[in-house]
C-alpha cells in the first residue's frame, strides 16, 4: 500500500518538477511585430518594434502611451543585436508573430543573404511574413512611424500590403518563404515592395501624429525593388511594377484608363476584375529563345469620359481593341526598360524557358543574366469587356446631343 | 443448526401471534385484529398505510359460508376463506414465519386461523404514492410527459404499456439483507442477448447489499470496472427511454422506492442520444446528436487548450487575437493555470450551491454568481476576460449533455486535462487523449466493450450512433443488407 501512495506521488511530482520549462505567459511576452534590419558599421542595426500590451486592450491601465515601442541596438549578428535589445527591453522576446521584415536600402543594395540566413535558420520565426524595403531610408525610421486607424504600424503595413496588392496590383506581397525560394531559382529574380515615409518622421514618432485627421507622416508604398540575386539593383514605378505584376501573374483586380478609340474624344477607366498571364518561350530560326506573353483580361467600364454610342456593339470591340494595344505597349516599353536599365529576370523568363525547354536551358543557365537584357518579348492580350455599370450611354454624349 | 432454526421459524399453531409480535418487536404501525369465524378464532395482521384490509373485511363479513356454522374446523374454514371468501387476485400461504413477515412488510394482509401451521397472505398492498408526473431529467420539447414514480409495479406497468410483446420477461429479486427491496429484471427474450441475461443474473446473485435504497447501490455492484470516471451503466427516469432500450435487446432493472431505472449494457454514444432525437426529425436529430459530441469535446478540453496555447504555443495563435489577448492578460497577478482553476472551481461551487439551494433562490444564486461573480473577477483583474468566455462556454457544453452522469465524468476529468495542459502543453493534452481512448477501449459493460460500433467497428450500427436516419433510410437499408 505504502509502496502504491509512493509510486502515485513520484508520477504526480514527474508532473509538476520537470514539466513547464518551456512555459511563458502571455504577459512575460515582448511580442516583435515588425524588425528591421539597417546596415551598421560591419554589421547591423536591428530595430525592433514591440507591442505595448496595456495600451492595445480595451480596459485598465492604459497612460495614453503609444501602442508600440521600438528597440533598436546593434551587433555584428542579427542574434547579437537582438540580445542587446534584450537588455533593453523588459520582457523575453518572442518573434513568432513578426508580420513585416523591413530592410534598409542601403543594405538591401549590399544583399540581404546573410540576414536572411539567421531569419530562415531561427525557427522561432514563422515565414508568413511580409518582406519589404524602405525606400531611400534607413529601416529604423520606417519602424517608428506611427500609423492611423491600424494603431499597431506593423499590422498597417501587412493589412496594406495585402489590400494593396488585391486591389491596386502596383505593390509586391511577398513573404520569406517565397523570396528565398526565388532566391535559390536559377532565371528569375526575385522583386520586393519599397516602402517610402512621407512627411515629418520625426512627428510622426509621437503619438501626436495620430491626434489629426491629416497625419504628420504617413507610410507609402512606392514602387517595387528589383533585386539582382540578393542585391537590391534599383526600383521600378508604380506603372511598370503594374507590368511587372502581369506578366508574374499576381493581378487580382486593379484600375487603369485607356484613350478613347477616337484619340481626341477623351479617355475611358477601367476595372481589371480579372487577370492572367501565361508565358510560352519558344526558339527564333537560330535557336535563340523568344518569349510569347498572353493576357487574359475581364475588365468592366467605370468611368467614360468621352462622347463614344455605346449601344452598339463594335464600339465595345474598339475599346478591346485599345485596351490591348495599351497594354502591350505600356508592358513592351516595362520589359524593354528592365531588361536595359537593371538586367535583372524579375519575370521569370528563364525559368519559363527551364520548364519548357530544358535541353536549351542548360545551354544558357550559367549565363542567363548576359543573355536577358537581349532577348525579344512579345505580349499579346485578349480582352473582354464584361460590364458597363448602371448607365449605358456616356453623360458626355447626352450632354451633346440636343 | 440450520435444522434447528427451520424448526423454530415454522408457524407454530399456538404461539403464531406472540412470534410475530416478539419478531417485529411490537411496532405500533403493526395492527392485529381479533376475528372469529363460526368458532374458530383468528387473526388479521397488517401494516398501516403499507395495506388496505377493508376488501378483505368487507368480503369475511359479507361471506355466508362463515357464519353459517356448518364448517367450524380451522382447515376447512381456511379452504373456504382462500378459494371463495378472499377477492383479491394475489394470495400466497406461507409457512414460517420469515416469509410472512417479509409479506407483512411489503403491503400483504396476513390472516391466521388458530390451529393452522400456515397462514394466508393477500396482496392488499395500497402505498400512499406519487402520481405519474412529468420527469425533472431529461425532458424534451416533443415525446411523452410521463415519468417513473418511486412505485416498482406502477413503473413495470408503464413500459409494458409501450411494449406489449409475451416475450418481454420480467424476474423479481429481493435485495438487501435489512431492506428486502423489490428489485425487477426486464427484458426482451427474443432480443437480449442470452450471455448478457445469464451475467447480469450472475452479478445480482453474487451481490451481497445490506440495503438497497436507490438503484445506484446496484449499479456499483453490476458495473464492471470499479475505478473508471465513465458511467457504464445507463440511467432514466423516462418509460419511453428505458422502452426504447429494451426494444433494442437491453435489459432494464427496476428498483423500488427511485424512479431512476438502470439500463445495461450501457455503451459510450448511447449517453449522447436522446429521446428527443427520435420525436424530433430525422435530420434535425442528427444534427443534435453532432452537436453533443462537439459540446462534449468543448466541455472536456477549452480550458486546457486554452491554457495549453497561451502558455506554450503562443504562435499558434492567429496574430491579432493573440494581441487582444496580451491586453486582456496585462496585469493578470496569476499564471493562465491558476486562473483556469479559480474560475473551474469557483463555478463548480456555484453550480453545487445551485442545486441544492431551494427553487426560487437557486436562481439569483446563479445570476449573482455567473454575473456579479464574473463581471467583478474582470474588473478587478483577476481574472482575464477571455477566461471567463472559457469556462462559461465550458460550463454551457457541459449541461448540453442529455445524461447527468457522463457530464459529470467530464467534469472531473476536465480538471486532470488542465494539470496536463499547464506542465506540458498541447503534448500533454494528447498525452491525456492517448490514455482517455485507451481507457475507453478496454472499458466494458457487462461484457459489451463500452465503444461498441466505433471500437470494435459496426457498420449496421452507424445508423444510430453519429447521426439518426430516418425509419425509411433504416428500412430501405435493412432491405439491402438482407438481401445480399
Known amino acids: 500500500m505504502i509502496q502504491k501512495i509512493t509510486s502515485i506521488l513520484l508520477i504526480l511530482s514527474l508532473l509538476i518538477l520537470p514539466g513547464c520549462w518551456s512555459r511563458k505567459e502571455l504577459n512575460e511576452l515582448a511580442v516583435i511585430v515588425a ?123 501587412y493589412s496594406s500590403i495585402l489590400v494593396s496588392n488585391k486591389q491596386w496590383a502596383a505593390t509586391g506581397r511577398i513573404t520569406l518563404q517565397q523570396f528565398v525560394t526565388e532566391l535559390g531559382r536559377e532565371g528569375a529574380n526575385p522583386v520586393l515592395s519599397g516602402v517610402k515615409i512621407i ?163 542548360r545551354k544558357y543557365r550559367h549565363q542567363w543574366g548576359d543573355v536577358f537584357p537581349h532577348v525579344k518579348v512579345t505580349i499579346d492580350a485578349k480582352v473582354s469587356l464584361r460590364r458597363v455599370g448602371s448607365i449605358i450611354q456616356p453623360l458626355r454624349r447626352e450632354m451633346k446631343d440636343p | 443448526m440450520a435444522q434447528t432454526e427451520v424448526k423454530s421459524d415454522a408457524v407454530k399453531p399456538l404461539t403464531f401471534i406472540s412470534d410475530m409480535r416478539q419478531l417485529t418487536g411490537d411496532s405500533t404501525d403493526i395492527i392485529y385484529r381479533y376475528i372469529e369465524l363460526n368458532d374458530v378464532s383468528g387473526w388479521l395482521i397488517y401494516v398501516e ?26 382447515s376447512s374454514l381456511y379452504d373456504h376463506l382462500k378459494h371463495r371468501t378472499i377477492t383479491e387476485g394475489k394470495l400466497q400461504e406461507e409457512e414460517t ?90 427484458y426482451l427474450e427474443n432480443k437480449a442477448d442470452p450471455e448478457v441475461v445469464a451475467e447480469l443474473q450472475r452479478r445480482i446473485k453474487k451481490m451481497n447489499l445490506e440495503s438497497v435504497l436507490e438503484s445506484n447501490s446496484i449499479e456499483e455492484m453490476i458495473q464492471d470496472q470499479q475505478y473508471s470516471p465513465f458511467p457504464t451503466v445507463y440511467n432514466s427516469e423516462r418509460p419511453d427511454v428505458i ?35 427520435y420525436n424530433q426529425r430525422g435530420d434535425f436529430g442528427s444534427l443534435v446528436r453532432l452537436l453533443r459530441y462537439f459540446c462534449f469535446a468543448i466541455s472536456l ?85 477571455a477566461m471567463v468566455i472559457v469556462v462559461s462556454l465550458t460550463a454551457i457544453s457541459n449541461f448540453a449533455l442529455p445524461a447527468f452522469n457522463m457530464a459529470i465524468s467530464i467534469r472531473m476529468l476536465r480538471f486532470v486535462i488542465m494539470a496536463l495542459a499547464a506542465s506540458f502543453g498541447l503534448y500533454g493534452m494528447i498525452i491525456a487523449m492517448i490514455m482517455l481512448a485507451l481507457h475507453l477501449c478496454q472499458l466494458q459493460s457487462l461484457g459489451v466493450p463500452y465503444m461498441t460500433s466505433f471500437a470494435p467497428f459496426n457498420g449496421w450500427y452507424q445508423k444510430d450512433t453519429l447521426v439518426r436516419l430516418t425509419q425509411p433510410m433504416v428500412q430501405r437499408l435493412k432491405k439491402k443488407r438482407d438481401g445480399a
Open chain 1, 35 to 157: 524588425l528591421g534590419v539597417d546596415k551598421y558599421d560591419d554589421g547591423y542595426m536591428v530595430t525592433a518594434q514591440v507591442i505595448n500590451p496595456t495600451e492595445i486592450g480595451l480596459q485598465r491601465g492604459s497612460i495614453g502611451a503609444t501602442p508600440v515601442i521600438v528597440y533598436s541596438a546593434p551587433g555584428e549578428t542579427i542574434p547579437d543585436a537582438l540580445q542587446r535589445i534584450l537588455s533593453q527591453a523588459p520582457r523575453q522576446l518572442y518573434l513568432s508573430h513578426l508580420r513585416v521584415l523591413v530592410f534598409g536600402e542601403e543594405l538591401a543594395r549590399e544583399g540581404l543573404s546573410d540576414v536572411l540566413d539567421y531569419i530562415s535558420r531561427n525557427q522561432e520565426l514563422r515565414t508568413d511574413f511580409y518582406l519589404l524595403v524602405a525606400n531611400g531610408s534607413q529601416a529604423s525610421d520606417v519602424l517608428k512611424v506611427l500609423t492611423p486607424f491600424e494603431h499597431i504600424p506593423a499590422n498597417s503595413l
Open chain 1, 199 to 361: 512627411g515629418d518622421k520625426k512627428v510622426g514618432r509621437s503619438i501626436e501624429n495620430l491626434h489629426k485627421t491629416e497625419p504628420d507622416a504617413l507610410l507609402r508604398h512606392a514602387g517595387m525593388a528589383v533585386f539582382k540575386k540578393d542585391k537590391l539593383v534599383g526600383w521600378v514605378d508604380e506603372l511598370m511594377s503594374k507590368s511587372v505584376n502581369y506578366i508574374l501573374n499576381e493581378v487580382n483586380t486593379t484600375v487603369g484608363h485607356v484613350r478613347c478609340p477616337d484619340p481626341d474624344d477623351g479617355i475611358i477607366g477601367i476595372r481589371i476584375v480579372r487577370a492572367s498571364s501565361d508565358i510560352k518561350a519558344r526558339l527564333d530560326k537560330n535557336g535563340k529563345p523568344e518569349f510569347d506573353v498572353v493576357y487574359f483580361i475581364d475588365a468592366d467600364l467605370e468611368a467614360v469620359q468621352c462622347t463614344i454610342d455605346l449601344s452598339k456593339e463594335e464600339s465595345f470591340r474598339k475599346i478591346e481593341q485599345v485596351i490591348r494595344k495599351t497594354m502591350q505597349s505600356t508592358t513592351e516599353t516595362s520589359v524593354q526598360q528592365i531588361q536595359q536599365k537593371f538586367g535583372s529576370d524579375v519575370f521569370g523568363f528563364g525559368e519559363a524557358l527551364h520548364r519548357q525547354h530544358p535541353k536549351v536551358w
Open chain 2, 49 to 74: 398505510g403499507l395495506a388496505d384490509p377493508r376488501q378483505v373485511l368487507t368480503a369475511i363479513h359479507e361471506e355466508p359460508g362463515l357464519r353459517d356454522g356448518l364448517k367450524s374446523d380451522a
Open chain 2, 97 to 186: 414465519l420469515s416469509a410472512i413477515a417479509e409479506l407483512l412488510l411489503s403491503g400483504y394482509t396476513v390472516i391466521f386461523l388458530d390451529g393452522m401451521e400456515r397462514a394466508l397472505c393477500i396482496d392488499t398492498g395500497s402505498l400512499k404514492q406519487r402520481q405519474v408526473q412529468e420527469p425533472a431529467s431529461q425532458s424534451v420539447v416533443r415525446g411523452p410527459r410521463e415519468g417513473f414514480t418511486e412505485s416498482l409495479r406502477d413503473n413495470i406497468a408503464l413500459v409494458r404499456r409501450r411494449v406489449k410483446n409475451a416475450a418481454l420477461r420480467i424476474t423479481s429479486y429481493k435485495l438487501g439483507q435489512e431492506t428486502r427491496t423489490e428489485t425487477a429484471v426486464m
Open chain 2, 243 to 277: 422502452a426504447a432500450g429494451v426494444l433494442e435487446g437491453r435489459i432494464a432493472i427496476f428498483v423500488d422506492g427511485t424512479p431512476f431505472v438502470l439500463l445495461v449494457p450501457a455503451l459510450f454514444m448511447q449517453f449522447f442520444q436522446s429521446s428527443e432525437d
Open chain 2, 301 to 385: 478540453l477549452t480550458p486546457s487548450f486554452y491554457i495549453a496555447v497561451t502558455t506554450f504555443h503562443q504562435e499558434m495563435i492567429p496574430t491579432n487575437l493573440l494581441l487582444s489577448l496580451i491586453g486582456q492578460r496585462e496585469g493578470i497577478p496569476f499564471p493562465a493555470f491558476i486562473e483556469a482553476l479559480i474560475m473551474e472551481v469557483t463555478f463548480e461551487i456555484l453550480r453545487e450551491a445551485g442545486i441544492r439551494l431551494p427553487k426560487s433562490i437557486g436562481q439569483s444564486v446563479s445570476i449573482v454568481g455567473t454575473i456579479v461573480i464574473g463581471q467583478a473577477a474582470v474588473e478587478a483583474g483577476f481574472v482575464s476576460a
